[in-house]
């Protein structure tokens, strides 16, 4: 008897421990339930257009498979006339060692760790004692994201700045909030001054 109730026992932990297990990977991206249902199964890569400066560049840098990982990631999205305004050659060749590393440079300075919402952008700001609020990207730099009456702005470390044009834009792993400019990011220490 006590033999069978150890069996029952143990055969009922499995059970729950399966089932724990089985809750825990079906969210490994790291969404919450809403915003799970709420993008379906569409990744990042999948939901930006393809034809974009933005994806080309992201590319040219091997971030799109990034994009297409389980994330989640929250990504600032230049519109394609933003990056039209970037200084001539800068993007041109990407194959070009130099240009690939700044394509990836840029990229990442546009990219955050996790499900960043602007309702919680906002609120960091609104909380901040100078109204500003230091965002960390995924390559390491920072920049500044205020807010200009309901639109947050966002400011890079040469006070280069973009607004929020649409935000929220929500993916199996991540979150796009597209902007009206392309944010510089600083340069490495000891590299050359940019031209």
């Not at 008897?1 to 009922?12: E, I, N, P, Q």
């Not at 709420?38 to 930006?48: C, V, W």
């Not at 590393?101 to 990442?108: F, G, L, N, P």
């Amino acid at each position: 008897m006590r033999k069978a109730a150890l069996s029952l026992c143990l055969a009922a932990a499995m059970i729950s421990t399966s089932a724990c297990n089985k809750n825990d990977a079906s969210n490994q991206s790291g969404q919450t339930p809403a915003a799970t249902k709420a993008a379906g199964g569409k990744t990042l890569a999948a939901g930006l257009a393809a034809d974009s400066r933005f994806m080309a560049a992201a590319k040219a840098a091997g971030i799109d498979k990034t994009l297409t990982g389980p994330g989640p990631y929250t990504v600032f999205v230049p519109d394609d006339a933003a990056f039209a305004k970037l200084p001539a050659g800068s993007l041109d060749n990407t194959t070009d060692p130099a240009q690939r590393a700044k394509a990836t440079s840029i990229v990442t300075y546009h990219m955050l760790s996790g499900t960043v919402l602007a309702a919680d952008i906002g609120k960091a700001i609104d909380n901040a004692k100078d109204h500003k609020t230091l965002m960390i990207t995924v390559g390491g730099p920072t920049f500044t994201a205020s807010k200009d009456g309901d639109t947050i702005v966002l400011t890079d470390s040469a006070g280069n700045q973009a607004h929020v044009t649409k935000a929220d834009d929500q993916y199996s792993n991540g979150v796009v909030h597209h902007i009206d400019a392309v944010l510089t990011p600083p340069e490495p220490k000891g590299a050359p001054a940019s031209k």
